[in-house]
């Protein structure tokens, strides 16, 4: 996964702790985490095209999120940064071998393939089981003051 991957995510945690009636620009996210403002913007257009967050240009404008924090999964987020392209490509290397007659009925995937298909569908279960919602109540009972901490960081004009 991309590093555009963590920074989709806390993102969105942030904006779930934002105003809700006033975009924060891209410019006051990347500065958050001293990221690239370009390159945090196109993570950002990626969530708006899924529908994740929303974009209102101009002086006011900035990024919100489109969707209640509980109807956004982790699943969502890692699918509009990465595409939903599963994890492993096999490219069936088992037919190079100087003996491909002994790997088996090439109609049906090898069983390498086999596996790390289970596996990205046991992980992406497990993302399309987690909320955005169930990440910031976590959060929250973690570190109770970061919500509020960082609502008046993203609200303060910056100097």
């Given at each position: 996964m991309s590093e555009g991957v963590e920074w989709a995510v806390h993102c969105c945690l942030n904006l779930a702790w934002a105003d809700a009636g006033r975009g924060v620009p891209a410019a006051r996210l990347a500065a958050l985490y001293q990221l690239p403002a370009a390159y945090l913007n196109k993570q950002l257009q990626a969530l708006v095209r899924d529908g994740i967050l929303m974009s209102t240009s101009g002086?006011?404008?900035?990024?919100?999120?489109?969707r209640r924090p509980a109807d956004i999964t982790l699943l969502d987020i890692v699918t509009a940064i990465e595409g939903a392209d599963e994890a492993f490509r096999c490219t069936?290397?088992?037919?190079r071998t100087p003996w491909p007659h002994t790997q088996g009925d090439f109609r049906d995937p090898c069983l390498i393939h086999q596996a790390m298909g289970?596996?990205?569908?046991?992980?992406?279960?497990?993302?399309?089981a987690q909320t955005l919602a169930e990440v910031k109540a976590t959060v929250?009972?973690?570190a109770p003051g970061l919500p509020g901490r960082t609502r008046e960081w993203l609200a303060a004009t910056p100097h």
């Open positions: 002086p006011r404008g900035g990024f919100r999120l489109g069936e290397i088992r037919r289970r596996a990205d569908l046991a992980w992406r279960r497990e993302l399309a929250e009972r973690s």
